[in-house]
């Protein structure tokens, strides 16, 4: 099964669970009010298919567009856009004739329901798997740092030990964060305690502009295996032997061994004539020797490393996973929250990404673990944006609801009926934004 099949399939897959499982949070509480749903719909556009129980009030459509989806609830201005059913004299079982505080309940049903999904599937992948990582503290090699971090005052083999703010533990998202809002960065080298002065307008986006990455655990580039068939086997590499370069690129290790391949792919990507056959400098039981070895078509030769570093691995039981779970989601939100402001930035707005985006962050190999983490964080990322007060989105009605809590004052059907167009036209507009910048980031 070739890598976009595999990817696509994840997509669908993820999408659909989260659209449901959103979808049905409005459900339920509009149910629950006694507020009939015309429609429960997975995806948008023309239906695709559709079917309506008997006796139900309900009709369950798949559109043909995987963006979203709806639930049509009677006597509400939503993506349906059924403006002639709100002509008519109200009823008891339409939305607009409930208390605000229960409209309000249906709304952000949605938003829950996602935060309970991606904890719940972060509980069971804890429950599962347990919570796997390696100490920053016991590395071994320590840290390797690019350039950039070198200019900062970074060195290979130090191992980080604090910000000015908090404590390091392990390497994630939290650890990157530290780095790009501390003052100051303490690191063990050689033994004593040594303190770095980050630059005063040094953020997030700094840690991703290069293709090294600005720091990863210190992996020697000695060969663990050999695939077979493959390249280096073919040129006779072996396990045990060092690489010391690349096309005459020093890869003392294998982030600096992958950036070279992965820079040679992007030059062939950018229209530049690349040779696949690259020369590689090796050193066998302390001899040096140079051998040329072909790539296949992604600039890969069929080498790994071994992980020189014992990871810990805190195990949890079906009871302790549920807290240890909600912990996880609220600080993987708590995470996502404090990044949204670089959407503002030049750079935030070009790396908005859409459906290609989507699929590039699932592993080319179906695996359980990744799927299940990466649907979680997407969902997580699904109730957030949600509750942004944009009108059509969960948290534009919230705000208007809000507004009618506050004031007595019920906005106008014909407020609402604008309100949502605009809505649209913004949800649309940055859609085709983002998948805009997928195709530019594909084709240049």
Not at 66 to 77: D, K, N
Not at 294 to 302: C, I, M, R
């Amino acid at each position: 099964m070739s890598v976009f099949l595999i990817k696509l399939i994840q997509v669908i897959l993820s999408l659909t669970i989260l659209v449901v499982i959103h979808e049905l949070g409005h459900f339920i509480f509009a149910r629950l009010f006694g507020v009939r749903v015309e429609r429960f719909s997975l995806f948008f556009g023309k239906p695709l298919l559709r079917y309506k129980p008997k006796r139900s009030e309900t009709e369950y459509v798949v559109g043909w567009l995987p963006f979203g989806g709806y639930v049509e609830l009677s006597g509400m201005i939503d993506e349906s856009l059924n403006l002639e059913q709100m002509k008519q004299p109200p009823q008891p079982w339409e939305f607009r004739t409930k208390p605000a505080w229960q409209r309000l309940l249906i709304m952000v049903g949605g938003v829950c329901f996602n935060l309970i999904l991606a904890c719940f599937i972060y509980a069971m992948v804890l429950f599962t798997w347990g919570d796997a990582y390696t100490p920053l503290n016991n590395s071994k090699y320590g840290m390797e740092f690019n350039e950039r971090a070198e200019a900062i005052g970074f060195r290979d083999g130090d191992v980080l030990v604090r910000t000015n703010k908090t404590a390091f533990e392990r390497y994630n998202g939290d650890m990157l964060r530290a780095i790009a809002n501390a003052d100051e960065v303490t690191v063990l080298r050689d033994g004593s305690e040594t303190v770095i002065s980050m630059p005063e307008d040094f953020g997030l986006f700094d840690l991703q502009k290069d293709a090294q990455p600005f720091i990863a655990f210190y992996m020697p580039m000695t060969i663990d295996s050999v695939v077979a068939g493959q390249g280096a086997a073919r040129a006779g590499l072996l396990a045990g032997d060092h690489i010391v370069s690349v096309n005459g690129k020093p890869t003392e290790t294998w982030t600096t061994f992958n950036t070279a391949l992965t820079q040679l792919k992007l030059q062939e990507e950018e229209g530049e004539i690349v040779n696949h056959d690259i020369s590689i400098v090796y050193s066998r039981a302390g001899v040096l020797d140079t051998v040329t070895v072909a790539t296949d078509e992604n600039f890969k030769v069929g080498v790994s490393v071994a992980y020189p570093y014992t990871p810990a691995i805190k195990e949890y039981g079906f009871f302790a996973s549920i807290p240890a779970g909600i912990a996880y989601g609220w600080n993987t939100l708590k995470g996502y929250v404090s990044d949204f402001k670089y959407i503002f930035t030049k750079e935030g707005a070009t790396s908005l990404g859409g459906f290609g985006t989507i699929g590039s962050l699932f592993p080319a190999q179906w695996n359980w673990y990744s799927f299940w983490m990466m649907t979680a964080f997407i969902s997580i990322i699904l109730a957030f944006m949600n509750i942004l007060p944009i009108p059509a989105l969960d948290g534009g009605h919230l705000m208007f609801l809000l507004f009618e809590m506050i004031t007595g004052r019920k906005p106008s059907d014909k407020f609402m009926e604008y309100a949502q167009y605009t809505g649209m036209i913004i949800l649309f507009g940055l859609m085709i934004y983002a998948n805009f910048n997928d195709i530019i980031r594909f084709f240049f």
